[in-house]
């Protein structure tokens, strides 16, 4: 059985969960700045940031899957891990407008609606914002059952995210083959989990007769 922290235990651990989710952006920043991110360190940084968010979001969908197979219960950091896939998002999405196009929107303007791999990344960046806006304990109170319909936004945000990213990337190899692979499986799982659900049911009540 898994121990149980403090409160306070558990609040140093969620904050902890922030400065390391954030160490891998201030890292790479400090690279570009001081000059050691190749030859073009936006494009660089543009990347990297893009490919974190992806990675928060595999986190962000791993939770349920695996708290429901019993593997491990890590709720109480889902909204830490999804806060952070929009952090990157946002910087991401910050980089390419102020550095990549120099601020000028109409520049971010046309490719939006030029090129359809900014479409899907604008469109997943989109449905992230109204996640993260009401990802407090107010708006849980205060959107009752509506807060989780209104949280499965995640799923289609982030198909978008990993169809902008397979479109974004050149040659696939077997770095976006894993990424886009886990997403893939991550959402698929979501088909699947009212039959896991009830199979897990199904055990314990035949546990319990057992006892
Ligand atoms: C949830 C939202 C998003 C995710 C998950 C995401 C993810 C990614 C990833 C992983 C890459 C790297 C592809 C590679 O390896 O080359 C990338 C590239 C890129 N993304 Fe996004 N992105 C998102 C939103 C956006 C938005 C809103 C924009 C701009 C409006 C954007 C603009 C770009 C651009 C321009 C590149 C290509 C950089 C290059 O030239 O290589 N993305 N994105």
Same mark, same amino acid.
């Given at each position: 059985m898994a121990a149980k922290l403090s409160p306070r235990a558990q609040s140093s651990l969620i904050w902890g969960l922030y400065v390391v989710g954030l160490l891998p952006a201030a890292w790479t920043f400090w690279l570009g700045a001081s000059g050691e991110l190749g030859a073009d360190p936006v494009k660089t940084f543009e990347r990297f940031l893009g490919l974190w968010t992806i990675r928060f979001l595999i986190l962000t969908l791993a939770v349920t899957p695996l708290r429901d197979l019993d593997l491990f219960n890590g709720l109480r950091y889902r909204r830490a891990l999804g806060l952070l896939a929009f952090y990157y998002a946002a910087m991401h999405l910050t980089t390419y407008w102020? @550095?990549?196009?120099? @601020?000028d929107l109409s520049a971010v303007w046309a490719d939006i609606v030029k090129r359809p791999f900014i479409t899907f990344g604008m469109m997943a960046f989109t449905l992230l914002v109204p996640l993260a806006v009401t990802s407090n304990a107010a708006s849980i109170r205060r959107l009752g059952s509506r807060w989780s319909t209104l949280h499965k936004l995640i799923y289609p945000a982030a198909a978008l995210g990993a169809l902008h990213y397979s479109m974004a990337t050149k040659v696939l190899g077997v770095e976006q083959y894993i990424h886009i692979g886990l997403l893939v499986l991550l959402l698929a799982y979501r088909l699947v989990r009212p039959r896991v659900m009830e199979a897990k049911k199904a055990r314990r009540k035949m546990a319990a007769v057992q006892r």
């Open positions: 102020v @550095l990549d196009q120099a @601020l």
